[in-house]
């Protein structure tokens, strides 16, 4: 009886969802309220994908050799020193778009509502990083949205979270050419709360940089990152629009 309950009802549920996400999105591009960007954050070790981090002290005497030789040169990537760079490429892309009208900035972060916002504790401890000036905002603190309405007129909120990643592109090992994984969760509430636009992207760098057992330029790997992003915004925002 329960496997002919989820049969009859399952397309039914998946219409509903559809029919709200529609909605939200419908309202969004309708009504051009600004959009609060509360909260930035990312995986703080930029792993090779289905893998665990990279230990520096357990290389070999060639990486060794190869990092001592250039100052450039990495085994390990940390998203910290890009999150500033991400918030910056975001506001830069969907701010000149004109599909979505993100809220000035110090409006936001200097807010009464903002600093008492409830803090994302799963971020915090699963260390991730943000850009500087920014929170850990729970999105599931319901008395946020309202209070930062209330304080400034801000309707949406928006949270982004980063997951980073490397994958080899050609080559054997890691000895080849290597490319940057980003996947990208945006989700917009509204001033009670209820979630509006919730959407997921996921790209790899159009470019690629050398790799050679494991090193690899660390401000290649930065530039590989920004690229894509930039692209993910640009997907998100034609997916919002379309």
Request: hydrophobic content about 40%.
């Amino acid at each position: 009886m329960k496997k002919v309950w989820f049969v009859f009802f399952a397309p039914l549920l998946v219409f509903l969802w559809t029919g709200c996400a529609s909605a939200g999105k419908a309202a969004l591009l309708s009504q051009h309220d600004t959009i609060a960007l509360v909260s930035v954050a990312a995986n703080q070790d930029i792993n090779w994908l289905n893998e665990d981090s990279t230990d520096p002290g357990t290389a070999g005497p060639f990486v060794k050799r190869a990092l001592r030789a250039n100052p450039d040169n990495a085994i390990v990537s940390n998203a910290g020193d890009l999150m500033n760079r991400a918030e910056a490429i975001i506001r830069e892309n969907m701010g000149s778009t004109g599909v979505i009208n993100l809220a000035d900035k110090d409006t936001v972060l200097n807010s009464r509502a903002y600093r008492e916002a409830r803090i994302n504790k799963y971020q915090i401890n699963q260390e991730m990083v943000k850009p500087g000036d920014y929170q850990f905002i729970d999105y599931r603190d319901k008395n946020f949205p309202p209070a930062l309405a209330a304080e400034t007129g801000i309707q949406r909120s928006m949270f982004v979270e980063f997951n980073f990643t490397k994958s080899m592109a050609t080559g054997a090992g890691k000895f080849g050419t290597c490319r940057a994984n980003v996947t990208m969760n945006v989700l917009i509430l509204d001033a009670q709360g209820k979630t509006l636009y919730r959407t997921t992207v996921s790209l790899s760098s159009g470019s690629t940089i050398k790799v050679s057992n494991g090193v690899y330029s660390q401000s290649g790997m930065t530039g590989l990152f920004e690229s894509a992003i930039t692209d993910a915004c640009y997907e998100f925002l034609d997916n919002l629009a379309n």
